[in-house]
DNA sequence: AGAATGGTTGAAGAAATATTCAACTGTTTT
DNA sequence: AAAACAGTTGAATATTTCTTCAACCATTCT
């Protein structure tokens, strides 16, 4: 065991041999930060609302505003935020402007973790 | 198109049949919050980092300060809120509490979004 | 061209979340 | 039993994020 030298933190290495391997394992810090912006986008009620009305078919600002029960204003902040990272996409006809969603990877991973969330369920009903 | 009855939305429902199919066909409320709840666990960098680091090996709260550069408590907080949506899970040795990945839904879910992440990226680059 | 409609935007206020700090618990060491 | 170590906790501060508001742009309708 030695003194850790991290300017930000105040603990001791314990088991310095499982840090060193470790450290040397782990991806890249802006890999991860950006594996954590993509969940971030998907960690907000409203946004994951909004694809799972995409999943089911293209709809435009309005017609999610009403879904949603929110203001288009509120609506057309998260679609950017949802746009700019490449979760949907969007053109436009005459006025409105009809959103989708990018591709499979996003209804792959919202499966997977819809999955999870069900089992989860499962598992504490049938605790009682 | 009719004047939407929203309480809270200030738009007209364009296209009625389709957010009447739409709205039949979504998830209940507290499914898609869950399911956002479950994303926003790992919308952190910080906790992103522990589980990449978890993924490796099974680690204590010391070591994990120091890979991550950070204080004991504010891992230990992040600890808790991983444990808390069941993500990991720990066990005492002694002084040290060894903390681990909950299950196999976890790595699953990590890897695609990981997947998803470098593939973007690559097409970011090729770009150019 | 002017009015109406669909949608966007930036700034501000409101709400949620992360880190810090200081005090604390549990276990081991002496 | 006291000291040292590993870790936790709650409150406070700092930061981020969401929604609202008001003004705006683009397209269509008359």
């Known amino acids: 065991m030695t003194k850790c030298k991290c300017v930000n933190c105040d603990c001791n290495i314990i088991h310095e041999d499982d840090v060193k391997a470790v450290r040397g394992k782990m991806l890249d810090d802006d890999i991860l930060i950006a594996t954590a912006?993509?969940?971030k986008v998907l960690s907000d009620s409203t946004r994951i609302k909004i694809i799972n009305a995409l999943d089911e078919k293209e709809l435009c600002?309005?017609?999610i505003s009403s879904l949603l029960n929110m203001t288009k204003s509120a609506v057309s902040?998260?679609?950017q935020n949802l746009k700019d990272m490449n979760l949907i996409k969007s053109r436009r006809a005459g006025k409105?402007?009809?959103y989708s969603l990018a591709d499979n990877h996003v209804r792959q991973v919202f499966e997977i973790s819809l999955q999870?969330?069900?089992e989860e369920r499962n598992d504490k009903a049938s605790e009682n």
Do not use: K, R, T
């Open 77 to 79: 902040h998260q679609l």
């Open 61 to 63: 600002v309005c017609d």
């Open 37 to 39: 912006d993509f969940y």
């Open 116 to 118: 999870h969330v069900l």
């Open 96 to 98: 409105e402007i009809f």
